[in-house]
């Protein structure tokens, strides 16, 4: 099926370093989301973005809607042991309740 | 209850035999979806069922794969003479209404050998 360019596939860093991960796509989109998935657990959203240009902080997130409603991205910002797991961003259209997923991106914290 | 509910957690099965996943949305939801996530890859929807409406079977990935959602809450998705290609995790979410946010149950892995 259709998915959403994600990218990195996956990052090392040291705890206390910053994160910045985005997600594009060929399709135009009006809500962007962006959810962590724990090992064993089904995905949890992070924070949603309803309008281009959008920038939306959750504490140490920041995401930010692109103004040509094609991209994405999400930092992390004095990363630390529990945010590892995989981000995913995932779009959806105005009239349609499917969601298009990227990959994701894993997050490793080296100790 | 408090979250999507999911079961089994985990379920290993023969190739040709038939399996059901069955999941219990949060209470009051009308939507709910299931999502197919084979490992290292995002997630891929299957089937969408909105309170009474005809569900939406367009991500279904053959004639093997069937859902049904009973009294508008708990749903079953059932893959018939499973293949070791359906082998993945499945997720069930529900929504309080369409283009809500999506909450995840914890998925069930199914793994056919």
């Known amino acids: 099926g259709q998915q959403l360019n994600q990218s990195p596939q996956s990052m090392f860093i040291q705890e206390g370093e910053d994160v910045s991960m985005n997600c594009t796509s060929s399709?135009?989109?009006?809500?962007w989301l962006w959810y962590k998935q724990d090992p064993g657990e089904g995905p949890v959203l992070l924070i949603a973005?309803?309008?281009a240009g959008e920038l939306t902080s959750n504490g140490r997130l920041t995401a930010q809607f692109g103004i040509t409603r094609k991209d994405s991205f999400l930092n992390i910002s004095a990363s630390i042991p529990s945010d590892v797991g995989i981000y995913f961003c995932?779009?959806?259209?105005?009239?349609?309740?499917?969601?298009?997923w990227g990959a994701g991106t894993k997050l490793i914290i080296k100790p | 209850g408090a979250g999507v509910s999911q079961s089994p957690s985990n379920k290993v099965t023969e190739k040709g035999k038939d399996v059901e996943l069955r999941c219990d949305p949060i209470s009051g939801h009308t939507a709910l979806y299931w999502y197919r996530q084979s490992l290292g890859q995002g997630l891929e929807f299957l089937i969408y069922f909105q309170g009474n409406s005809a569900p939406d079977k367009s991500g279904l990935p053959s004639d093997r794969f069937s859902a049904e959602r009973t009294g508008g809450s708990v749903s079953t998705l059932t893959i018939q003479r499973t293949q070791q290609e359906d082998s993945a995790v499945y997720l069930c979410?529900?929504?309080?209404?369409?283009?809500?946010?999506?909450?995840f149950g914890p998925g069930t892995r199914l793994l056919v050998l």
């Open positions: 399709s135009i989109f009006n809500t």
């Open positions: 973005l309803y309008k």
């Open positions: 995932a779009g959806q259209g105005n009239s349609n309740y499917q969601l298009i």
């Open positions: 979410a529900s929504s309080l209404v369409a283009q809500e946010t999506q909450y």
